[in-house]
């Protein structure tokens, strides 16, 4: 995808965001207190071999791009209970919560926000995991949906939300077959970066409308509705042509756009 057309694409996400807003810089002051910005989907080098981020320069571009909540997400894999602690001494300010995404062999790839448990590793089958998620309460959002598939399996439905921008949905015929999916199915339609290199991240993300502590407290608000999808303009086209390993390799524009901007 070419600049200009990446650039328009941001837009459109803008524009159907739920509160039809329009994009706004990264990092934001924000006058009520109780809303969060979330990254829900991201991966490190450690344990997502496709990732080229460390897990300290993770939490360093969190921390700098005013994320307030950061799900780790690495394929097939959960943090250790230990490691995740260490992780989390590391940041000023971003909450460090748990997931997983769990490839099936249909190529779904489903994310399981607030797992931490080894249990999920070896879960197989997607009515495993759907229903391991709904005894822990822990959301489960469809990844990518048409990154690879024209159709979704059926059993897609029963998750409670589907991605829709994001870095990995590299064409806009794919945005618009998963919001007519999502809206299909009454799933929640949610914005991530699915960061594999630090480039990735502060371009789409969510904010919700309450604090929350725990996974379900999380899950309780999208499900409700209680969030709103954000974006801003970028120029780099999607997905990103380079992974970038620290803040350094960013382009200008993503440098910029860390600059704390006053909230309309």
């Not at 590793?121 to 048409?146: C, K, M, N, W, Y």
């Amino acid at each position: 995808m070419g600049n200009e057309n990446s650039a328009e694409w941001a837009r459109d996400c803008a524009l159907h965001s739920q509160t039809g807003v329009e994009p706004r810089q990264g990092r934001t002051l924000k006058r009520n207190t109780g809303i969060m910005k979330v990254e829900i989907h991201s991966h490190t080098d450690l344990y997502s071999p496709c990732s080229r981020i460390p897990p300290r320069e993770l939490i360093a571009m969190a921390d700098a791009s005013g994320y307030d909540a950061l799900f780790l997400t690495e394929h097939q894999r959960v943090w250790p209970a230990r490691e995740l602690a260490g992780l989390r001494e590391l940041s000023e300010h971003v909450r460090v919560f748990p997931g997983i995404e769990i490839s099936f062999p249909d190529r779904v790839d489903l994310l399981v926000l607030g797992a931490q448990d080894a249990l999920y590793e070896t879960l197989r089958t997607p009515s495993e995991v759907l229903a391991q998620a709904t005894l822990d309460g822990f959301l489960t959002v469809i990844a990518h949906p048409f990154r690879y598939l024209r159709e979704l399996p059926r059993y897609c439905a029963l998750a409670d939300a589907m991605e829709t921008c994001t870095c990995n949905h590299s064409e806009p015929d794919h945005l618009e077959a998963a919001r007519r999916c999502s809206a299909e199915h009454a799933l929640s339609e949610v914005y991530s970066s699915d960061a594999h290199g630090l480039n990735f991240m502060n371009k789409f993300w969510l904010e919700t409308h309450a604090s929350f502590t725990t996974p379900q407290e999380f899950r309780n608000l999208i499900v409700a509705g209680h969030y709103d999808n954000r974006t801003r303009e970028f120029d780099m086209p999607l997905p990103p042509p380079y992974k970038a390993v620290t803040m350094d390799e960013l382009t200008e524009e993503d440098t910029m756009a860390l600059t704390i901007q006053p909230t309309s």
